[in-house]
């Protein structure tokens, strides 16, 4: 696993912003993917009556509604042990299976570095 000051500044950039996003918005995770042209999306987790999703699937599809063609990464901030199947797979959706999905705690510093695959 990738320490969280051996990040690449453009993944802390992300994890910071799902951070803030979580803190902000006070839902139970925060995320923020980052397009192949560098520019971010950030969401937190939506819980409607008739919608639900998590935080990274609603920053995917940010992604995807303001024309990303791909993702170069991802992050969520969650109390969660593991990015979910689900998340995993939106983010493989848009980014293909090498797109890294990293998984810090509220505190902000990673828990793990998985492919979407």
Known sequence: MT???DLDPEDRKIITLARSARARNGVPEGAAVRDETGRTY?????ALESLSLSAL???VA???????????AAAV???ADAASDADRAAVRDLG???TPVLLA???GELKSSVAAG
């Open 62 to 72: 940010m992604a995807v509604a303001s024309g990303a063609q791909s993702l170069e």
């Open 57 to 59: 699937q609603t920053a």
């Open 3 to 5: 320490q969280s000051t």
């Open 42 to 46: 950030v969401a937190g987790t939506v």
């Open 77 to 79: 901030v969650s109390d």
């Open 105 to 107: 705690g509220p505190d």
């Open 96 to 98: 293909g299976p090498g």
